[in-house]
């Protein structure tokens, strides 16, 4: 039988194995990405003020493009990134400060989504209708529960488009003309 002295040095020896285990768990974790290191750390994802220069730096930083409708003075870019993955690019005008709660402006946002010509495909065919040719061999999905919304993606890509603007048409015209394109061309 062990002595009750023993107690307090096998609860010693589980503590420390305790602490060795948290620790090792949380290096690798760390090292892998689980508790959120790299990328996501270094990523500004708060609404703030973007120039073109931005946006093509921000395209080599991702790996993929971002679209936009390009300039469009007197408008400023406002640049909305998630930590999905989603860009948001949205057309301030004068006097419409960062992070402003109104979404009625033009709104371009780029989604990593795998095979997104299958995704618009899926939902056309949920909601009754159907996918059109786009710009390019792209195809449009117009999106009958948000009318400002419409969607073009593009075979051999992992990206989705979407161009929202309050003014009915607008978004669909842009998207059509090939205004909505990637900011590095």
């Given at each position: 039988?062990?002595?009750?002295?023993?107690?307090?040095?096998?609860?010693?020896?589980?503590?420390?194995?305790?602490?060795?285990?948290?620790?090792?768990?949380?290096?690798v974790l760390v090292s892998e990405g689980g508790l959120g290191g790299g990328h996501?750390?270094?990523?500004?994802?708060?609404?703030?003020?973007?120039?073109?220069?931005?946006?093509?730096?921000?395209?080599?930083?991702?790996?993929?493009?971002?679209?936009?409708?390009?300039?469009?003075?007197?408008?400023?870019?406002?640049?909305?990134?998630?930590?999905?993955?989603?860009?948001?690019?949205?057309?301030?005008?004068?006097?419409?400060?960062?992070?402003?709660?109104?979404?009625?402006?033009?709104?371009?946002?780029?989604?990593?989504?795998?095979?997104?010509?299958?995704?618009?495909?899926?939902?056309?065919?949920?909601?009754?209708?159907?996918?059109?040719?786009?710009?390019?061999?792209?195809?449009?999905?117009?999106?009958?529960?948000?009318?400002?919304?419409?969607?073009?993606?593009?075979?051999?890509?992992?990206?989705?488009?979407?161009?929202?603007?309050?003014?009915?048409?607008?978004?669909?015209?842009?998207?059509?003309?090939?205004?909505?394109?990637?900011?590095?061309?």
């Open positions: 039988m062990a002595k009750s002295s023993d107690a307090p040095h096998r609860l010693r020896v589980v503590g420390v194995v305790a602490s060795v285990v948290l620790l090792v768990t949380t290096a996501a750390e270094t990523t500004d994802t708060s609404p703030h003020l973007v120039s073109a220069a931005g946006l093509r730096e921000l395209e080599d930083t991702l790996g993929h493009s971002v679209y936009w409708a390009g300039r469009r003075p007197p408008t400023r870019i406002e640049l909305t990134q998630r930590a999905e993955g989603a860009v948001y690019l949205h057309y301030l005008p004068p006097r419409v400060e960062p992070g402003d709660p109104d979404q009625g402006f033009l709104t371009v946002g780029t989604y990593p989504v795998s095979d997104p010509v299958a995704t618009l495909e899926r939902a056309a065919a949920s909601s009754g209708t159907e996918v059109e040719p786009g710009p390019g061999d792209g195809v449009i999905f117009r999106n009958t529960s948000t009318p400002g919304s419409v969607y073009l993606a593009y075979p051999d890509s992992d990206l989705q488009i979407e161009a929202f603007d309050p003014v009915p048409g607008r978004s669909l015209h842009l998207i059509r003309s090939g205004a909505i394109a990637p900011v590095g061309g």
